[in-house]
């Protein structure tokens, strides 16, 4: 199985990459690949040579998931969609260049590569529904958000089809998920794994009314300590944008799956409405003015975890260590 992964050392000391030593251009320029799958929606390469993630790793306390960036849907599968997904509208848009300075805090950031409409990377590979009797995506949705078909009659994939691709697409990911986990539990007594999405901010079929600005989740208070979702909702106090914990989304299967406040890992999953940076409607042109105001918020927020999570901290003994278990 094909994947990338750049080893990027702590921005607090050293070169980040070979004849490169700002951090901050190596940020802007070690994405060539993921830019390279992005250059359509629709990509031509067979499946088994599609890459399932992107791993950038580095050493702070901080891992940064984004399993709905992907846009590519492999050429074996491209007949069997609908006009209606081509655009791929329901993608959490931008959002690695919204992330980019994670690179400044010494973040870990896993990015994923392939659609969720090939498969839903925030979902159990079982299938079992995250909200039941509530309508949601499933783990290889057949319908958009807002209702539409993705196939065409008859196309929609079987079990076996949809076991395929968790072996190709979602086993690697939560692999190198949990990888990332125990390696930043071997460095630091707590850490923060921030799960990072966006959603359209009026989606009737979904939701009622316009969604908060900010929509955390910590599974009801078990994948995190109080007093860290505490710090990352401070940083929004007494501005312009809304915000709620644990509302309509309150963590998807990352969160709830690898959460676990008594081992030192707290899960925090952010919903950020489109609107805040970007246009909703297609092309989905991002918007730099609106990104300006907004990314700094986010960034304060992740910082304000990081410091709650940073004040829980010991150093780390092994004996003491309980990691996720294996999948």
Not at 117 to 136: F, H, K
Not at 203 to 227: H, I, K, M, V, Y
Not at 246 to 253: D, I, L, V
């Amino acid at each position: 199985m094909l994947f990338r992964s750049v080893e990027v050392p702590a921005i607090d000391g050293g070169a980040t990459e070979a004849g490169c030593d700002d951090p901050l251009t190596f940020a802007a320029t070690r994405l060539p690949l993921q830019a390279a799958f992005e250059r359509s929606h629709l990509h031509s390469r067979p499946m088994s040579q599609v890459q399932p993630y992107e791993l950038l790793r580095r050493n702070a306390p901080l891992l940064i998931s984004i399993p709905h960036l992907g846009r590519h849907v492999p050429a074996d599968l491209r007949d069997s969609y609908s006009v209606e997904s081509q655009l791929l509208e329901d993608t959490d848009w931008h959002l690695d260049r919204l992330y980019q300075f994670a690179a400044e805090i010494g973040a870990t950031v896993l990015n994923a590569t392939v659609s969720r409409y090939v498969i839903d990377l925030n979902r159990a590979a079982t299938g079992e529904s995250l909200y039941p009797g509530m309508i949601a995506t499933s783990l290889c949705p057949t319908e958009t958000f807002r209702g539409a078909p993705l196939y065409k009659t008859g196309t929609a994939p079987n079990s076996a089809e949809i076991s395929r691709r968790v072996d190709l697409y979602w086993r690697p990911y939560h692999a190198a998920l949990n990888e990332e986990i125990a390696r930043l539990r071997q460095l630091h007594a707590h850490i923060l794994l921030w799960d990072a999405h966006s959603i359209a901010s009026v989606l009737p079929r979904l939701f009622s009314g316009s969604l908060p600005d900010f929509n955390f989740g910590t599974a009801d208070g078990q994948s995190c300590d109080e007093a860290i979702v505490a710090g990352a909702v401070e940083a929004l106090r007494d501005t312009q944008w809304s915000w709620v914990v644990n509302g309509r989304f309150s963590g998807g299967f990352i969160t709830r799956r690898y959460g676990d406040p008594g081992s030192g890992v707290h899960a925090i999953q952010l919903e950020m409405c489109q609107s805040l940076y970007m246009d909703e409607d297609a092309p989905f042109q991002w918007r730099s003015e609106l990104a300006a105001a907004v990314v700094p918020v986010v960034r304060a927020s992740i910082e304000g975890a990081l410091r709650s999570v940073m004040e829980k901290s010991t150093p780390p003994h092994k004996a003491d260590i309980v990691l996720p278990s294996q999948l």
